[in-house]
């Protein structure tokens, strides 16, 4: 039963920080961070992300243009692309570290306490990973609020909204996070056996013949 559990645990700690990893470099590079609808015209909609705007008509379509300047961005979406790029590589090195502390690799099988290491360093990449995503959809969207609601601006005009990369992102984040503490939960249960059969009569078979070679040594 444990090593059951054991086996499930890794499976769906890898696969939710997967999902998560790709959907965080998806969240990273849409212009839908915010939405902004024009009651005057509605035909035309407005996005903006971290790296571009873009405006929606319906008779041209979608067109984008990149922000100018790093420095003349708002603070929050200076420090979200900066967040967002420490997301993306921790996830995909946690990935990588998790990756060969699973029980179903052959790497380090004869070392058990080298993959749970490598389990427990994965997983702290994979949970700091979701944490760095969830930081600046949240600011994003905190400041998002508080511009909506901001009595000081005239009600005529146009407010941003939530875009769907928020969402998407929010998602993202408690998957990494989720999946790097199932990762830490399987450190706390038992070791699984020798993946392969003929891996482990093979290991038995090695050290057999070591040990004649050393009776064989010590009647020489």
Known sequence: MAFLFRTVAQLAGISLSLLGWVL???????????????DLNEMEN???GLWQTCVIQEEVGAQCKDFDS?????????ISRILMFLSNGLGFVGLLISGLGLD???VGERQPGLKKRLLIVGGILLWTSGVSILVP???????????????TMPEIVPRWEFGEALFIGWFSGLCLVIGGCLLHCVVCSPSAPLSSGCYKEAHLRYHHQHLEMENTHLRI
């Open 104 to 106: 179903c690799l052959r």
């Open 70 to 78: 790093f420095l003349a961005l708002p603070t929050e979406l200076r």
């Open 24 to 38: 965080s470099c998806l969240t990273n590079y849409l212009p839908q961070w915010k939405n902004l609808n024009l």
């Open 137 to 151: 959809v949240s600011w994003v969207a905190h400041v998002t609020v508080q511009e909506f609601w901001d009595e």
């Open 46 to 48: 407005w996005t903006m």
